[in-house]
Nanobody, 115 residues
């Protein structure tokens, strides 16, 4: 199983970024994919679930209405479109999948929101 995130960077408040996660080594279309984030000094928190059929659920209240999660089962990728970014969104963002009781993580991509 391999998960590789990309798309992070430095952005000004109010800006947008689109994160991507390329998955391989498992039957991607059969599994729920998740986006998490972890800010310095805080626990990792669940941002969104993307169900196998494409339905996405945003769990983190602070990003509802600003973030959208999606997947492309033909390309084995999941995405996180982040609009209206705020300094509080600064974190390392991870994609993740749970397969037969083992949770796999990507290496993460840093998002920094600052003027």
């Amino acid at each position: 199983v391999q998960l590789v995130e990309s798309g992070g960077g430095l952005v000004q408040p109010g800006g947008s970024l689109r994160l991507s996660c390329a998955a391989s080594g498992f039957t991607f279309s059969s599994y729920v994919m998740k986006w998490y984030r972890q800010s310095p000094g805080k626990e990792r928190e669940l941002v969104a679930n993307i169900l196998s059929g494409g339905e996405s659920i945003i769990y983190e209240d602070s990003v509802k209405g600003r973030f959208t999660a999606s997947r492309d089962n033909a390309k084995n990728t999941v995405s996180l479109q982040m609009n209206g970014l705020e300094p509080e969104d600064t974190a390392v963002y991870y994609c993740s999948v749970l397969i037969r009781g083992t949770r796999y993580w990507g290496q993460g991509t840093q998002v920094t929101v600052s003027s």
